[in-house]
């Protein structure tokens, strides 16, 4: 399969227009980000806006990718890759793919959603455990917990040269009305592949996030100490998404699986 990010930056004048605070917009690189992002799976862009918001909704958006400030989904792929690319233990790995996981943990979510609320010591015990047991799955979830809607994404490796991608925006509705187009569906994509589109990604919005600051000085909207300001901020968050890109996983299995077979008799089998 193949896979890249787009993604298009808001026209600077369009952005002077629809924000308030001009003084905050042109201080910070991160607004100057503003713009729509999207991944792009076999040639299919996801996620794209449905009809029926865009019907009710005229002019309000853009039928392809997610309005929001760019530079987030490259700091959240920084923050995920490590664990993307991080092969599962093999007991853990035949539990996704035989779809097992899915069925587990979606028991140990109903079990810890009818514990009793409060501060007893053996229901913060079992909250901690499920924790170590299933964190690694939400390590490897895209986050889009900002979104008033958001794709689901999760990425794990079962070896050391692949990777697969598990997208789905069913069901995504605000105040009722379907948001985002259903689509649904797992990928496998060569490591090497993704690391490559991530970095294309980064080095792609690099470049247009530069010339959005020089296009800012040039017309004079700010000045150049704040110019050499905002290339310092571009380079502070690049730095940041490469500390990301290149750190190892962290991933701590003997702990999770350890809590695993605690919970096994609570929950069922999965081990």
């Not at 040639?43 to 918001?53: C, R």
């Not at 599962?88 to 943990?105: I, K, M, S, Y």
């Not at 501060?119 to 889009?144: H, V």
């Not at 940041?240 to 999770?256: A, F, I, K, M, Y």
Request: charged share 25%; hydrophobic share 40%; aromatic share 8%.
């Amino acid at each position: 399969m193949t896979f890249s990010v787009g993604f298009e930056l808001m026209a600077l004048d369009e952005l002077l227009t629809v924000w308030e605070n001009r003084e905050h917009l042109l201080g910070a690189v991160y607004w100057l980000s503003q713009g729509r992002s999207w991944l792009e799976l076999n040639g299919q862009a996801v996620p794209t806006t449905h009809p029926d918001w865009l019907a009710r909704n005229p002019g309000t958006g853009q039928p392809v990718g997610i309005e929001y400030p760019v530079l987030r989904l490259l700091t959240d792929l920084g923050e995920v890759m490590s664990a993307w690319v991080s092969p599962l233990p093999p007991v853990l790995a035949g539990a996704v793919e035989g779809g097992a996981w899915d069925g587990w943990q979606k028991t140990l979510t109903a079990m810890l959603e009818g514990l009793p609320d409060d501060d007893l010591p053996e229901t913060s015990a079992l909250w901690e455990m499920a924790g170590r047991a299933d964190g690694w799955w939400r390590a490897r979830r895209l986050d889009t917990g900002y979104l008033r809607v958001g794709p689901e994404c999760i990425v794990w490796s079962t070896d050391p040269d692949t990777v697969n991608i598990r997208w789905d925006t069913s069901n995504k509705r605000i105040e009722g009305v379907l948001a985002l187009t259903e689509t649904a569906g797992e990928y496998r994509l060569a490591r090497t592949d993704l690391l490559r589109s991530v970095s294309a990604f980064r080095d792609s919005l690099t470049t247009a996030l530069t010339a959005r600051i020089l296009e800012v000085e040039q017309r004079g909207l700010t000045d150049s100490a704040m110019g050499d300001a905002l290339r310092l901020q571009l380079q502070r968050w690049l730095h940041d998404v490469e500390r990301g890109l290149s750190r190892t996983s962290e991933d701590e299995w003997p702990e999770t699986l350890a809590a695993i077979r605690e919970l096994e008799p609570l929950v069922g089998p999965l081990l």
